[in-house]
């Protein structure tokens, strides 16, 4: 992908990338070790979205046609855990990697080898964990929250595996944290101090400092499962003096942090964007790092609304309450401060600026839901149903999915060295626009009329707006072949790209030549 | 591709990152004993504590005011002996104390191991609720087709807030016959 | 195409938004019937539009920039980047506006917590996959599960009215009194929600939750199980059935007659003979409410989890085998103990049942003394 370079001054490298499979699995190189996340966790995305369609499938219509309750109930398992740990979180730490070290002008990560582990354990964990519905008993069944003791007592011979696939999910993530902590903290080019970071870099050491605080305690949640299911504990069994909610509150506390591992990110690229094409600064940069740490910070405190319902008393429901909806306030100023940036600029509407635009203003949709949700009585009623569905995947997918497809298209002539086709590109934004409403939106009524989540059939009332939302996932799943025959066809055949590529782009990875060549920035640049 | 001070910074970096993980995987681990405390503390969860050890003078009934508790009893998933206490409800004086006689029998051809999980429904009660002696403080065996009669003795704390006139108390009974559960801790 | 795009996007919102507030095109919260369902509705329709407004406002600066302010029609960028009073109105407007939602919210959550004393107490117990209610001071309980039949399912029939929210027997209270309900499971978590009440309580194997709920108006309310608890988490509805109170004691009355004669018949020595057709006629039924949905219906299971009865080496072969496994289940699998839950009529009919259905053709007759005699009363 990108073209070699020679560098008299270096002593270290003579000679080019490796050829064929070895460069690949040896390499140490964060360009290369970026560009595999980014495809590993594209072809999860496509996993994950047939699993959706499946699901979509038999929720077309009321009864069961397609598959029965039990493989329904993995596919949204896998569903969930699949875009999760495969799709999203690899693909941020796919930018981290090709984005960082150009940012702040450094060579690469700081460790390199270990980026090279991170990375290859992935496939190694899901290939394990896809092949667990192949298994005796199927594969995980428990919904992607496994709680306790439907997922120890209750659970299929397969959950020793899903744990290990866990474990070493956890592994690569703790691993890729550390690497982006060390590498922010310690590699930046001279003159370039913390409130001179790209926002991107901000939110990616923030997210990275989220990562090490919970993944770990995740990492022991599971080992809890595994002691129960295996070893005669009974950490979430009432029978040995243990509790199921102790699950759900160990869960959780590494559960909400972990959604906002997946988004920081994607306001950190969204940042980045606004401005190239509204041609004027971030405005409030300060003020945006001071929400983005307030956001992280707060989100270790919010963990039990996702328990309103447990039977948690008046004291701890009210501070969890208030707790959640204190979050929507550094969330709001975000979403101000991008406006803002919008308000009095020179704006044109490329795909990654129509990929921004649309998440600020579908986020804040599912922002609204999520603040609805926090309304601790109101959620008796919404909890465990659709409306929480269509909370989540409004959050997600035109929050972190098309923060990922925006930065994919703004990036991408600077990784490849071509440009993509802007007809092509739009097509994919209003198909995927149209789709992703279409399929999520009705689930808000769903939600509020009555309907479950994780339900292979529903009464007839929900008919109607089942099969909108089953036309739009696979109109949205559909144009996603689109997405992968625009990347593939700008890096083999697109026009030539500039080293600005964009006007008003502003950050180190433009002043370097696109393609970027392999080795950059081996000398630090001088940053005023 | 480090310089000398960069691989220094480098390695204090990715040491003290080590270190916080290792540090919230213990963590997650300490955060079960917390719980336990926690809920031990503020009563959470229904939990009402291990066996009470009774204050001498403690034992003077407020005769201002009667509480009723309730007795539900369950049995979890196949557990097939009969369990039910003698009397379904009773009313007591804060401060007095009081038994209940549950009466329980292994209908079956084995001898059978089980375990009475307890669980006070108003949560808020369950501070309050202190039990003197309890068949769920052991567990309990029943030979093939033997009965017996399992007391309860309970005084309830005169601090009980007034606005609580009824409590529930509901006993699970596990099967731990066949189980590999190691019963290290004694279930509250 | 930005001219499309606002045509677009302001007819797509103000539809979405216009009709929502009609809860019987199934698009929004029911405000159900009681004062609580009430409040937590009109709690919901406050913050909505409150959300609303701010959306609009938002929004729609978003759209005047983008309209305003492109680059194609000559818009020349302002070079501001900041404003710490704009970041201070800006942050403390929104905190004024949770505050005030946060104070209804509080006062309809302490409503929600109140333990003044109930009129009745039931408790109500999560099995996968159905619902047990026992009415604590009253000495009754029954199970309730789902009755929609399984051809409905496979699309063999069409669908009832209230297809996949009927049971065999609905949980009936009275009105216009507080009803405690205690809610616990006998294996997995569960959730018992019931949206007409706003009331959803998980169930949790071990302890005990309490709600309450008070019914202003007559009806039949319909909820679902709201907890993922396995392969038919969806199949367990909740139908409540609120009546005036002599009605509720009638019913209640009934129902303890009902039991202790049914207690009486299984202890009989001599007593009444069932022939093979009535243990027929009754098995079957029992059979499609508490067997199809594992077993299917024609008795062919979905191996290897759920095992064909139609042709089994149990149904074929010792009497005492087959009684002894429904009766005790089977430990490790979905196969419940159902000497637990059923009474001795109804398990002597399912058992005859399988044992003369799908061909099988014992000509066994297991009658309820042979039940009585297994569980060794």
């Keep these: 992908m990108s073209a070699v370079v020679e560098n008299e001054l270096n002593e270290h490298h003579h000679h080019g990338p490796a050829k064929g499979i070895s460069r690949w699995l040896f390499t140490t190189n964060h360009k290369d070790i970026g560009s595999m996340y980014l495809w590993f966790s594209f072809t999860m995305f496509l996993v994950g979205g047939c699993m959706a369609l499946t699901i979509r499938a038999e929720l077309f219509q009321p009864g069961l046609q397609i598959i029965n309750p039990e493989f329904f109930n993995q596919m949204t398992t896998m569903h969930g855990l699949i875009m999760v740990f495969g799709a999203v979180m690899p693909a941020f730490v796919g930018l981290a990697n090709w984005l960082v070290p150009m940012m702040i002008g450094a060579p690469d990560m700081a460790l390199p080898r270990m980026n090279n582990w991170s990375f290859w354990i992935l496939p190694f964990a899901f290939t394990m964990l896809l092949s667990t519905l192949f298994m005796d008993g199927g594969g995980p069944n428990f919904g992607w929250t496994f709680y306790a003791p439907l997922s120890t007592t209750y659970a299929p011979p397969s959950v020793t595996f899903f744990i290990f696939g866990v474990h070493m999910m956890g592994i690569s993530s703790i691993m890729g944290a550390i690497n982006v902590i060390a590498t922010i903290l310690n590699m930046r080019a001279p003159g370039m101090n913390m409130m001179k970071m790209p926002l991107f870099v901000w939110t990616w050491l923030i997210t990275a400092f989220l990562l090490i605080a919970v993944m770990p305690v995740l990492a022991g949640v599971v080992t809890m499962m595994l002691m129960d299911i295996h070893f005669g504990t009974s950490f979430f069994n009432a029978a040995g003096g243990g509790d199921p909610v102790l699950f759900q509150h160990v869960f959780w506390f590494f559960g909400h942090p972990e959604v906002y591992i997946m988004i920081l990110p994607a306001f950190g690229v969204v940042s980045q964007i606004i401005p190239t094409f509204s041609r004027k600064k971030l405005f409030g940069y300060s003020s945006m790092v001071w929400a983005t740490s307030s956001i992280a910070l707060l989100s270790f405190t919010v963990w039990a609304h996702h328990m309103f319902t447990v039977g948690i008393p008046l004291f701890g429901e009210l501070f969890f309450m208030y707790a959640t909806m204190l979050i929507a306030v550094p969330t709001g100023v975000k979403v101000f401060n991008w406006v803002a940036t919008m308000f009095r600029g020179s704006i044109s509407f490329e795909t990654p600026m129509l990929f921004s635009i649309a998440f600020v203003i579908l986020f804040s949709i599912g922002g609204f839901s999520g603040l609805m949700l926090a309304i601790a009585p109101a959620d008796f009623q919404y909890h465990d149903t659709y409306f929480v569905v269509a909370h989540f995947h409004y959050v997600l997918v035109p929050g972190a999915i098309f923060g990922i497809f925006a930065a994919v298209y703004y990036w991408l002539p600077k990784w490849c060295g071509r440009m993509y086709s802007e007809t092509l590109g739009k097509a994919h934004f209003w198909l995927s626009f149209v789709g992703m409403n279409l399929a999520f939106f009705p689930m808000h009524f769903l939600g509020l009329a009555g309907m479950p989540r994780r339900i292979p059939d529903y009464a007839l009332q929900f008919a109607d707006f089942n099969m909108i939302s089953s036309v739009g996932a696979f109109l949205f799943g559909a144009t996603q072949l689109l997405f992968l025959y625009i990347v593939v066809s700008t890096i083999r055949s697109g026009a030539k790209a500039s080293a600005a590529v964009w006007e008003g782009a502003e950050g180190l990875e433009w002043t370097i030549p696109s393609p970027a060549p392999y080795h950059t920035f081996t000398e630090p640049p001088v940053v005023k | 591709m480090l310089n000398r001070r960069e691989l220094n910074k480098s390695k204090r970096t990715v040491i003290i990152t080590l270190v916080v993980t290792v540090g919230m995987f213990g963590f997650g681990f300490a955060l079960v004993p917390l719980y336990n405390v926690l809920c031990d503390i503020a009563g959470l969860n229904g939990k009402t504590g291990p066996k009470y050890v009774l204050q001498s003078g403690e034992l003077e009934a407020d005769l201002s005011r009667l509480v009723k508790v309730q007795f539900i009893t369950s049995n979890n998933e196949n557990m097939s002996w009969h369990f039910k206490p003698e009397v379904t409800q009773v009313e007591v004086h804060p401060g007095e104390l009081m038994q209940v006689d549950f009466l329980v029998s292994n209908p079956t051809q084995q001898d059978m191991l089980a375990q009475a999980v307890p669980s006070l429904s108003p949560s808020e009660g369950a501070d309050y609720f202190h039990k003197v002696e309890c068949f769920c403080f052991t567990q309990q065996t029943l030979q093939a087709g033997e009965e017996a009669r399992m007391p309860l003795r309970f005084v309830i704390d005169k601090d009980l807030p007034k606005h609580l006139t009824k409590l529930t108390l509901s006993y699970t009974l596990f099967d731990l016959t066949n189980s590999d559960i190691s019963m290290a801790s004694v279930p509250k | ?377």
């Design chain 3, 1 to 377: 195409m930005r001219s499309v795009w606002i045509r677009w996007a302001v007819p797509f919102f103000l539809l979405a938004f216009s009709s929502i507030t009609k809860a019987e095109y199934g698009v929004n919260m029911t405000p159900g019937v009681t004062d609580i369902s009430q409040s937590v509705y009109d709690l919901h329709m406050i913050v909505f539009w409150i959300c609303v407004v701010i959306g609009i406002v938002v929004f729609g600066v978003m759209f005047w920039s983008m309209f305003k302010y492109r680059k194609s029609q000559g818009a020349k960028p302002a070079q501001f980047h900041e404003s710490t009073l704009v970041e201070i109105i800006w942050t403390i407007i929104p905190v004024i506006i949770l505050v005030a939602m946060a104070i209804p919210a509080t006062s309809t959550l302490r409503e929600i917590y109140d333990v003044e004393e109930s009129d009745i107490d039931i408790k109500i117990t999560g099995y996968q996959w159905k619902w047990r209610y026992d009415y604590i001071n009253d000495e009754v309980g029954f199970f309730s599960s789902l009755s929609t039949p399984q051809d409905q399912i496979n699309n063999q029939e069409a669908k009832s009215d209230n297809y996949l929210l009927e049971v065999d027997e609905p949980l009936v209270i009275p009105v216009n009194k507080k009803i405690r309900f205690l809610v616990t499971s006998n294996d997995v978590i569960h959730s018992w929600w019931v949206p007409a009440f706003a009331v959803k309580k998980d169930a949790i194997p071990g302890f005990v939750n309490e709600a309450w709920t008070k019914v202003n108006t007559p009806g039949i309310y319909r909820g679902q199980c709201a907890e993922l608890c396995g392969k038919d988490h969806g199949f367990m509805p909740i139908v409540v059935k609120a009546v005036e109170e002599p009605e509720y004691k009638a019913w209640l009355l009934a129902k303890q007659e009902k039991a202790k004669a049914e207690t009486l018949l299984a202890s009989q020595q001599s007593a009444q003979q069932w022939s093979l057709e009535d243990l027929m006629a009754k098995g079957e039924t029992v059979y499609n409410t508490s067997c199809a949905m594992c077993h299917q219906a024609n008795g062919e299971g979905i191996p290897p989890a759920f095992p064909a009865i139609k042709g089994s080496a149990i149904a074929m072969g010792a009497v005492e085998n087959h009684i002894s496994i429904v009766l005790d289940g089977k430990p490790g699998t979905a196969m419940q103990a159902f000497g637990q839950q059923l009474n001795d009529v109804d398990l002597a009919a399912v058992i005859t049942y399988e044992r003369n259905a799908w061909g099988n053709k014992k000509g066994d007759v297991v009658s309820p003394q042979d039940i009585a005699k297994a569980k060794g009363n």
